[in-house]
């Protein structure tokens, strides 16, 4: 048997010099974290200590000849060694990560690992190669001197009990499990070849849609280590993959619309992003779809004919309304549509990177059970902006976001990175002026779409 230990950066540098020295029947008994150099204790470098064996040529072909009693697993086999540079960063996260959760199941499965840090063992370490005799002497020998307030004679007994701590099936299929998992995931790039050219393409494609390098990792990562198939991943593989990605991302982030049991839809955000028109929309999907009486307040009294675009709205809809400028104006005209089942109030357009602004909007709104806030938003504004404004009112209560102005652009990614700041739910969105139709429902698979431009092919 040889036991060699190493000291490396990472464990894809270890599993390559394991596998180049020891050959792909090694087993990694324990890896651990240390520093090293360093001045005075300052300035020292993390590092990872990792120990493996593997079995002799005598002893490998005594194995074959009668029953088994190595002390260690045969391994799955792995893959050619990885190349630390064409391995992503995420990957190497990853193995590091299953590395810090195994580390105790590995302490616990082999004895000498326990005692590695101790000056007995680490000697024999030192010598690179020991023999099993040897080694199973010293790990008894180490264990019976940490005991405390008991002296144990180290009897034949005691070594067979240790030996038969190797024997565990469960623990060793633990640890070939892990090492398969991390010879995986050091070698997702499929030993010489990068991440394949079709993610590539998707990568691009996310990017230049703006959605966050963050959100475009994460989704590409782990399309890339759901693919089990052999051989290159094409083009119709590659967005199946990440298609999944996004759908899972959306769960949970994906309104219903207006609610039944609510009566009043506040509806805020800044200037010019057509909140005015967006009312319109909706009041008439409620109307027409739903049968339901609508009523309309407007508080926008700053913006120059903003009253009577939202009258002409209400006349073709044929819906009471009513200007309002105080808290004490918005609970009259509460008041007087009791007879409405649904209340849509439009606020004023204003500068709502202030937050001033934001606070003296939310003194006129009147939030309970029966009432929704919905933030409009354009997507041809820029996505910074979008995030300060909602910020901004996040900090008085928002429910649902509204996105506008998507045949204005060509890009939706900031509506992705938006919901995944914020815990909001998008539940509509519009691409046009046309009242009713321009209005879209949020859905999972039209979101998915848009993202990837199917719906523009």
């Not at 195994?102 to 010598?127: F, G, I, M, W, Y």
Request: one cysteine or more; a negative charge; glycine letters at 6%.
């Amino acid at each position: 048997m040889r036991v060699k230990r190493y000291i490396v950066e990472t464990m894809p540098d270890a599993m390559q010099k394991i596998r180049t020295e020891l050959g792909k029947d090694a087993v990694i008994l324990s890896t651990k974290e240390m520093k090293i150099g360093g001045f005075l204790g300052m300035f020292q470098k993390k590092r990872i200590e990792v120990i493996a064996a593997t079995e002799s040529g005598e002893s490998a072909q005594q194995s074959d000849s009668k029953p088994r009693q190595a002390a260690y697993p045969a391994t799955v086999a792995s893959p050619a060694p990885v190349a630390r540079a064409s391995v992503p960063a995420a990957y190497r996260k990853s193995a590091q990560i299953i590395t810090d959760e195994r580390k105790d199941q590995l302490v616990h499965v082999a004895a000498p690992v326990r005692t590695a840090d101790s000056p007995a063992v680490r000697n024999q370490l030192e010598r690179q190669e020991v023999s099993p005799e040897e080694l199973m002497d010293t790990q008894i020998n180490v264990a019976s001197e940490e005991m405390t307030g008991t002296k144990l004679a180290v009897s034949q007994s005691a070594k067979e009990t240790a030996a038969a701590g190797y024997k565990d099936d469960r623990l060793f299929e633990e640890i070939q499990q892990m090492k398969a998992m991390m010879s995986k995931l050091a070698s997702r790039d499929h030993g010489e070849q990068e991440l394949p050219e079709a993610l590539i393409e998707i990568q691009h494609r996310l990017t230049e849609q703006g959605v966050s390098s963050e959100l475009v990792e994460e989704w590409i990562s782990n399309a890339f280590l759901q693919w089990t198939d052999e051989g290159p991943i094409d083009e119709e593989a590659a967005v199946r993959l990440v298609r999944e990605q996004i759908l899972n991302f959306l769960d949970g982030r994906i309104g219903s619309g207006i609610s039944d049991s609510s009566r009043i839809v506040y509806i805020a955000g800044p200037t010019g992003v057509g909140k005015t028109t967006t009312i319109a929309k909706l009041a008439a999907d409620q109307i027409f779809r739903r049968q339901k009486k609508v009523g309309f307040i407007t508080a926008d009294t700053y913006r120059i004919s903003a009253i009577e675009q939202l009258r002409t709205y209400a006349s073709i809809l044929n819906v009471p309304i009513e200007v309002v400028q105080s808290p004490g104006d918005v609970h009259r005209a509460v008041q007087r549509f009791q007879h409405c089942d649904l209340i849509f109030m439009d606020t004023a357009g204003r500068n709502y990177l202030n937050e001033l602004f934001v606070a003296e909007l939310h003194s006129l709104l009147s939030r309970d059970e029966q009432s929704e806030t919905y933030l409009v938003l354009s997507l041809t504004s820029k996505s910074r902006d979008m995030k300060k404004i909602t910020d901004n009112f996040s900090r008085y209560g928002l429910d649902k976001v509204i996105f506008t102005k998507l045949d204005e652009t060509d890009t939706c990614g900031p509506m992705f990175n938006l919901i995944r700041e914020y815990p909001l739910e998008l539940t509509y969105l519009t691409n046009g002026q046309n009242v009713p139709d321009d209005l879209l429902t949020a859905t999972p698979e039209l979101l998915v779409q848009e993202l990837l431009g199917e719906r523009r092919q």
